[in-house]
């Protein structure tokens, strides 16, 4: 009696909520006048025009054909983007560090005629999500991932990559508790593949809010041939037991051996897909009173091996277990009854995920050579402002917030409350302008080819009148180099743990330019002050004024000497002959900075300085390596980690360019000693299964599911 007035009070709790609003949702259905919002007849959700979180695109109905009475209603238009290679959504409000589950919606719907559907590539903060786009004109398709928010704002990017416009529906963002999927973290996201539960037919199940008061999508899973027996039970599961909290009709239904000897088996092809790890959620609530003589016990088994067990389900009562699990090929899960048990094994709910890295480099080098074919009179004009508007932008120049060689930079607000840097280039104030002219121009070419999240984004910019102008995200925290220089206070001084993330941050940025953008770019200026960190303390490497392409059907590029005294690259100096390997020198200076504090040009005397890499190298390959650490680590630090690192950093400083590594090399080192030591070891689900139940949580893994 208690649980069934515990199940009537949520049913009303669940439809005063959707009367009031949905806290932590945003529904945005792409396409409506930017004045239009309504109440979703199904889900009572309230959704709003997406003309406030994008200013670029046109608005575009779906073909009447395809205007079905069953479409949802957020499929009926759409926005599509003819114009800018990349085109991004800023999505606010969002509270930094919480998980959300974000899902965007496509259908094409015949728009435009073509009766042609187009493919291309999507972003979130910067790092590639691989979605699913439909096939034909009467399809739609939806794609989710859960991730933690790294700032106050979500970016979600679309990337023209030459095959048709893009294009999208709608996005939906819905605030997690912040005790489930742990598995999202700073380190990785969690890309659904399949999310289902077990019943009898399929007629009429897809269970959303306000059913599942997180609005997760359940679709169901009728059971193939004999094999499964579905069973359910009408008396309300205790959701309360575990953080997950399935909806009712979804964890009151599950499936069992027809035959009870039999086992529950179920198969996770990976199409070939080795490099993927997967999440796995299995969810399950005993729904059969079991008598005293009776029991239901089993193991969960994955390819041969007990991942974990033996597992009873409790009464009427949710219990998630999470798998995460390194799969390849064919992957089999079997839940195998013990001995003891007198009952087969019971299976409710599961959700499989991919579980995608982040930092990892981005695989758009299609965006970057397609932008490259480009006209560069549209690729710019699409990013063009006015002066009026930088004007307006920064408040009149209220505020500068840095300086470098080229002009002044100020701290702006777009329309939309979005923060950026703008870097102001006065012309006539320089005693080069056609240098800086120059510089600008090959800043803006290049800038509109690259997208990774450690590297800076650019939202537009400005010629005109003699006044140019780049618009960059803003960066909360300055450059690098100002916060290794603090002298006063060493509170305020980065940890080594901090630095430690820095460095791999910045190698992946380079490693992204080196390998992945075609042709492929040499920053040739990277130092500590073009090191910019957002307000995590997030490491994106900027000005790309000196920056080159660099074809790979070269040895090098013969230029003339450019960049900052101390981090040249010697080799460069002497043959003006420039490569990659420039760039792994500058970032070998930039680690020594890390480890000592120091800038590039150490003062011996008032009138003595010498280069950081000849004072410090000696003492590092001698052996006195504590005499070169920052004192204001004031001895919190591991020395083994100090000691690999600068290994690295002598590595990357060696005279001849054919003795420092790869930048991907340097990827892999930093990552073997930093992720799999510090992060991933304290991050959930490194391995095996857990029980959530009412201490412990869970995690997920995505991938394909099929049955047996």
Known sequence: MVLLWLSILMSLLALAVSVQGQPGFLSIDCGIPGDLGYTDDTTWMSYTSDAKFIDTGTNKEIAAIHMTQTL???????????????????????????????????????????????????????????????????FYAWNEIIMVASLDYISVCLINTGKGIPFISALELRLLDNSTYLAANEYRSLRLLHRSHFRQTASGTTIRYPDDAS????????????????????????????????????????????????????????????????????????????????????????NGDLFYGPFSPEYLSENTIYCDLPLSGKNQVVLSKTTSSTLPPIFNAVEIFFLEPLSATPTDSKDASIAKTKSSSMLYENRRFTYAQVV????????????????????????????????????????????????????????????HRNLISFIGYCQEDGNMALIYEYMAQGNLGSHLSVTDNHSNALSWDRRLRIALDVAQGLEYLHDDCKPAIIHRDVKTANILLNERLEAKIGDFGLSRDFNDEFTHVSTAVKGTFGYLDPEYCNSNNLTEKSDVYSFGVVLLQLITGKPAIVRITNSERISLIDWAIPMVVGGDIRDVIDPKFEGNYDMKSIQKVAEIAHSCTSQKSIDRPHMRDVVVELKEYIIN???????????????????????????YLSAR
């Open 72 to 138: 949802p209603r957020q499929y009926r238009n759409l926005r599509i983007f003819p114009n800018r290679i990349r085109n991004c959504y800023t999505l606010t409000p969002v509270i930094k560090s919480n998980r959300y589950l974000l899902r965007a919606s496509f259908m094409y719907g015949n728009y435009d005629g073509l009766d042609q559907p187009p493919q291309f590539d999507a972003y979130i903060d910067g790092d590639r999500w691989e979605i699913d786009l439909p096939s034909n004109s009467s």
């Open 215 to 302: 609005d997760r999508i359940w679709t169901v899973w009728v059971p193939d041939g004999d094999g499964w027996t579905p069973i359910n039970n009408s008396s309300p599961v205790n959701l309360w037991s575990d953080d997950y909290r399935l909806p009712l009709p979804v964890i009151n239904t599950a499936v069992i051996p027809s035959d009870p000897n039999n086992n529950l088996t179920f198969y996770f092809p990976t199409n070939g897909e080795s490099k993927w790890q997967y999440h796995v959620y299995m969810h399950f609530a005993e729904l059969q009173q079991l008598k005293s003589n009776q029991s239901r016990e089993f193991n969960i088994i994955v």
């Open 392 to 451: 307006s932008i920064t408040n009149n120049f209220e505020k500068s917030i840095g300086r470098g060689g080229f002009g002044t930079v100020y701290h702006g607000q777009m329309t939309n409350g979005t923060q950026v840097a703008v870097k102001m280039l006065f012309l006539r104030s320089i005693k080069t302008p056609c240098q800086g002219s120059n510089e600008f121009e090959n800043e803006v070419q290049l800038l509109t080819r690259v997208h």
């Open 677 to 703: 030591e510090k992060a991933l070891a304290s991050a959930p689900g490194s391995g095996g299964c857990m029980n959530s139940g009412p201490v412990q949580t869970s995690s997920e893994i995505m991938s």
